[in-house]
């Protein structure tokens, strides 16, 4: 089994997804929310003493800027995957207790590749582009199954890919079908 080393980690590039919008509102409700409650909470006579409000301020700080950098995220990675970006980050937003979100995880279609050759938009799975028939993963020449770069033998049919390494090396790498 082959391993692929990449410099930069996956939850990086996902981040590089959010907008600057969602970056400032999330420092803003960040630095806001602890003031507003230290200040609010302080006029309560049976309120925590002074270091508690701090704690609870910063804590709920902390929940509401990850909600809006959720919601940043989703807005943003929608519109990437061909979905409806307002109506997700409208439910994402208003289904309550975080149902909207993780509704948006677990519904979410796959990132759309583009072919190397005619720059289509071709679904994940895809082996062939459907526009040109340019090879985007390789696959057996006998069954059409879907091979790993490195096999010898198709683990369906068991004929032998040595023959097939030209179009196999041919086919482009994953991180050229998902620019």
């Known amino acids: 089994m082959t391993t692929n080393h990449h410099t930069s980690s ?7 997804i959010l907008s600057p ?37 910063a ?3 902390t929940v509401l800027a990850c909600y809006v950098v959720l919601i ?20 994402a937003m208003f289904v309550p207790n975080g149902l909207g979100i993780v509704l948006y995880f677990i519904l979410r279609r796959p990132r759309t590749a583009h072919c190397p050759q005619c720059a289509a938009e071709v679904e994940a799975g895809f082996s062939f582009c459907p526009r040109c028939r340019a090879t985007l993963k390789p696959v057996c020449p006998h069954c059409q199954h ?26 482009p790498s994953s991180q050229a079908l998902s620019s």
């Open 10 to 16: 996956r939850f990086k590039e996902e981040l590089r």
């Open 21 to 57: 919008w969602a970056y400032a509102l999330a420092a803003l409700v960040f630095v806001a929310v602890p003031v507003l409650f230290v200040i609010f909470v302080g006029k309560d006579p049976k309120a925590p003493p002074f270091p508690a409000r701090c704690l609870l301020g």
């Open 59 to 61: 804590i709920a700080g």
């Open 72 to 91: 940043g995220y989703i807005n943003r990675d929608a519109g990437q995957r061909g979905m409806s970006r307002v109506w997700w980050t409208l439910l």
């Open 146 to 171: 879907s091979v790993d770069l490195g096999d010898k033998f198709c683990p369906y049919c068991s004929s032998t890919l040595e023959s097939a390494s030209g179009a196999s090396s041919a086919a």
